[in-house]
């Protein structure tokens, strides 16, 4: 029979498969959200076009009833709408409303709007609960099949398997597992539509009472979309994590497996509640997600595994990292509040002897990288600049990346040997962007946007491409390698801006593939709000000049949001 550490190791990996199933729904909720709001704008600013003078609109004027050509053209309108969402997954009382309007004689304009954008919202939420009911389904399916897999070759015994049916996976997915007894189609087609709704008409509504700019109301709106496509993703990695849990009970249920234990993973982020059920075994008909089973809270990453009462020697091994950033190896029955205490709050030395595989060499070589880029925090001319790069060097957790290359991962940053002082203050605003939240608020989606078609408007002007555009107005920017122009590693940052504005369509030597920009919610406002940061370290006028003029409306939004947050830092 194989060792505790061998379950640990296996279902670890096998959660964590299991996870980018639903992370890999993320890049087509940011389309279906992105697609739902270019809709609402153009139906806001369509709406103003017609109905506002020099003085704008007033609140009576909003409301007051189409004329008989446009309740004509709206009665095509809500036909339309009407076959859309009979060909969806819409809800059956939507329809009726629909229809009950298109028997109408008498409608106002502010309720045309609010009746054009509720369509988008009803499509969006039905598009959202077909994806979600087919992606967790899957999870369901493969996290009972792979763990059954897993237990067979463990034991070292093969025997029949029974298969899920339709119906058996149609209860579960039906079957609330939190304490509010919500399942997360109610929540798609209750809380979350209705807060939209409520926030879009309401937003609206406001706008034109105190006589707000149409794009003032359109940032809103956009921003309260920005919100509900973040609870969207969050939604779907909990209950992707709530079903994979279910599979895993499922398949312990139909191989006898008589005992589970909590696994939790071993590392300073690790929340309490997690950490204190760390290595806790349970009789499996106490088996409840929420409760003695993963997720305990949103984008929980901790697992199950099955017990089987085996005996631990020194040569059982669990992997840890502690608070310098060093890999060990722990006993494999060592539970996380033991290793904390011995690892992050204690005296390490009764471990050292058993501890194995320690990775010094690479920690030396990053520490080394670390140093030099605070001695080149002298050349940085700004004070604030300067002194927030510090505190955020100070504040952050480093440590050895093992992989070819730098990254950040959940407030802490992982660094070569190799690493350059600007691709670290890259990683550190990563970390400022996940202290204050300044992507994904949505603060810089838009004016990303107005960029880049100004940009591209700009080079259709010019003749040419983008590209050719830039290569003209800052020749000393680029190289010339074979056939194929290539900027210089300064302008590296702006490089990856480029590709992430375009899509992964211009490539000027740096950046990330094309499919990186789809792999999750605010890739583009991500990295663009890091290369911000590489830029503020190089502290080069030149760079900054030519950032100023691909993207100048983000570059002023990044400017004040760095204003605002340093202050916190610097408190």
Known sequence: MKNADYWAGRMERLNENLMQKADALLPDIQKAYETAAENIQQQIEAFYQRYAGQEGISLAEAKRLL??????????????YIKAAEQGTADPKWIKQLERTAARARVSRLEALRLQMRQQIELLEGWKDMAMTRTLGEIFQECFYQTGYEIQRGLGVGAAFATLDAEKIGKVLARPWSP???????????????????????????????????????????????????AAGRLVLTEGAAFAAMGRKECYERLGVKQFAFLATLDAKTCGVCADMDGQVFDLEDYAVGVTAPPLHPFDRCTTVPHFDDEFSAENMRAARDGDGKTYYVP?????????????????????????????????????????????????????????????????????????????????????GTVSPSTIAHELFHKLDHDYGISESGHLTQSIRNDY?????MAEG??????????????????QIIDKRKVKEEFRGIA????????????????????????????????????????????????????QFICNETYQKMLQKFKEVSKNVLR
């Open 462 to 479: 010019y003749g040419g491409a983008v590209e050719d555009l830039l290569y003209s107005k800052y020749p000393e920017a680029f190289v």
């Open 67 to 80: 004329a008989p050509k446009e309740r004509q053209r709206f009665g095509m309108t809500i036909e339309g």
């Open 332 to 416: 494999a029955d060592m539970t996380h509040r033991e290793w904390k205490k011995a690892f992050v709050e204690g005296d390490m030395s009764d471990f050292k002897e058993v501890a194995k595989g320690m990775f010094h060499a690479a920690a030396g070589s990053a520490a080394k990288a670390m140093d030099g880029f605070i001695a080149g925090l002298e050349d940085i001319q700004d004070e604030d600049v300067r002194n927030v790069f510090r505190r955020l060097a100070e504040n952050t957790a480093v440590h050895t990346s093992f992989r070819k290359n730098s990254y950040y991962r959940k407030g802490e940053i992982y660094l070569t």
């Open 180 to 230: 509010d007894g919500k399942n997360f189609s109610a929540r798609i087609w209750g809380d979350d539509r209705a807060k939209l709704l409520h926030t879009l008409e309401t937003t609206v509504t406001t706008g034109i009472i105190i006589g707000e700019s149409p794009q003032k109301t359109i940032d809103r709106v956009r921003k309260a979309m920005g919100s509900s496509r973040a």
């Open 453 to 457: 078609q100004r940009l591209k408007n």
């Open 496 to 547: 990856d801006i480029l590709s992430g504005m375009s899509g992964g369509k211009i490539q000027l030597g740096y950046g990330h593939n094309n499919g990186y920009w789809q792999k999750q919610v605010f890739m583009l406002e991500k990295e663009a709000w890091a290369q911000f940061g590489r830029i503020l370290y190089q502290d080069d006028k030149k760079v900054i000049d030519m950032l």
